[in-house]
């Protein structure tokens, strides 16, 4: 049995501290896609602690993590973000397994992503930098080294191959920039991920599926950033739906159960693409001070905006949504009036539909207003007990999406979650 963690938005729902809540249910917390442009945020000991690459569930002494061979991994922030782990006294080797399917990030392959997003100009998609497009690509083009490679002796030989390939693209780029640091730490990190079990992950997951374990499969980035069903060009280079746990452990769709997708009681986005709920204004700015919109992974400052339950709904309905958890709701305590996108106009025509290119398309929000609930909900741990107008709000939401709301996040600690019955 596979239940799924993914983000419904463009990322930065608060998957991580979800994750964490839910982990100590499951047997196995696995990733399933993306790599180091993760930031998955975790308060441990009331010490904060932003998770990249590693499940979420590493924090919990009885339960297995996995990187599957979805995952592009980054050798050097992998090491870096062991020694985090490691400094809350967690025995990371013990729980933690790699897949050797997994491809791997190289030190040209961050240089080939700074290389291109340069060279765009004003066009820029909003890339991490952190090399995740070149590394799928090379996934995609055949070429790319997998975790598995470093128990090949043949492997430095394969690595140079490949540098020199992105050497000749990059000098095509007109692009150049010393990497000798870059390199030399990667290769430390190598020597580091060799202690790690690395196992045959499809094989694993499906016989601990067969003995009745529990699999958590944990999402990266959001739907709404997803390759194929996101706002294109402005996404990632992974599937980050639910399909993409079938390609990304190697586990087939009838063993997935639950989806639960997590979602933001506004919006936000960082970097470039399309936002039509987008606030340019004083009420913005408000939402990103209270909401602290700082991106986990680059600390870029967050676009903010209402609630759009057109995105919302179609991400529910690609997803296959079972369970909606929505985060950050006690952020809005100190607004007077909220506000819900439940239609696009489109060159005069209202739609309920995500359009095709949406960053090709003049879409104006159709915007119907709620009064605030102006009262502090963070220690509230009851559904019946939340503001009544606070309860209005998830309740239209829920008829609209014709999927419930069944958790309420109203603050960062693990406890503050309420759950709706």
């Not at 100009?121 to 952190?130: P, R, V």
């Not at 706002?231 to 639950?258: E, H, K, M, W, Y």
């Not at 996108?341 to 949406?358: H, K, L, R, V, W």
């Amino acid at each position: 049995m596979v239940d799924v963690i993914l983000g419904l938005q463009w990322g930065d729902e608060g998957k991580g501290k979800i994750v964490d809540f839910f982990a100590p249910r499951y047997d196995i917390i696995a990733r399933f896609q993306g790599g180091p442009n993760a930031g998955h945020t975790l308060y441990v000991n009331d010490k904060k602690v932003v998770l990249h690459q590693i499940p979420s569930g590493i924090f919990h002494d009885k339960t297995t993590n996995l990187i599957g061979n979805g995952v592009v991994l980054d050798p050097i922030t992998f090491k870096k973000e062991c020694e985090s782990v490691a400094s809350f006294g967690v025995d990371y080797k013990k729980n933690l397994l790699i897949s050797q399917r997994a491809h791997l990030i190289i030190p040209t392959h961050r240089a080939l992503d700074k290389a291109s997003e340069v060279s765009k100009g004003n066009e820029k998609i909003g890339s991490t930098l952190k090399g995740i497009g070149p590394a799928y690509m090379d996934k995609t083009g055949r070429n790319g080294l997998r975790v598995g490679d470093l128990l090949d002796k043949n492997f430095t030989t394969q690595y140079i191959r490949l540098r020199l390939k992105h050497q000749k693209l990059l000098d095509g780029l007109n692009f150049h920039e010393d990497i000798s640091d870059w390199e030399e730490e990667f290769f430390e990190a190598l020597e580091f991920m060799r202690q790690f079990k690395i196992v045959n992950g499809e094989y694993y997951i499906n016989n601990k599926i067969s003995e009745g374990k529990k699999v958590l499969a944990e999402g990266a980035q959001g739907s709404m950033l997803d390759v194929d069903f996101g706002t294109f060009p402005f996404v990632t280079s992974s599937n980050t739906i639910s399909a993409g746990v079938c390609t990304g452990l190697g586990v087939a769709p009838q063993q997935i159960r639950d989806v639960i997708g997590v979602s933001k009681a506004y919006c936000t986005r960082v970097g470039s693409g399309p936002f039509p709920t987008e606030l340019n204004d004083p009420t913005g700015e408000e939402l990103r001070k209270t909401g602290s919109e700082f991106g986990a992974t680059t600390g870029r400052p967050r676009r903010c905006g209402w609630i759009d339950l057109v995105a919302l709904k179609f991400a529910c309905m690609i997803n296959g949504v079972t369970k909606i958890v929505m985060t950050k709701a006690d952020v809005l305590d100190a607004f007077e009036e909220l506000k819900v996108c439940t239609a696009y106009n489109i060159d005069g025509e209202s739609t309920d539909e995500i359009p095709f290119q949406m960053n090709r398309v003049n879409i104006e929000p159709q915007l119907q207003t709620f009064a605030g609930w102006k009262t502090d909900t963070t220690s509230l741990k009851n559904y019946n007990n939340l503001p009544q107008r606070m309860i209005e709000y998830v309740e239209f939401i829920n008829k609209y999406l014709k999927v419930n709301i069944t958790y309420i996040s109203n603050g960062p600690g693990r406890d503050q979650l309420v759950e709706n019955v």
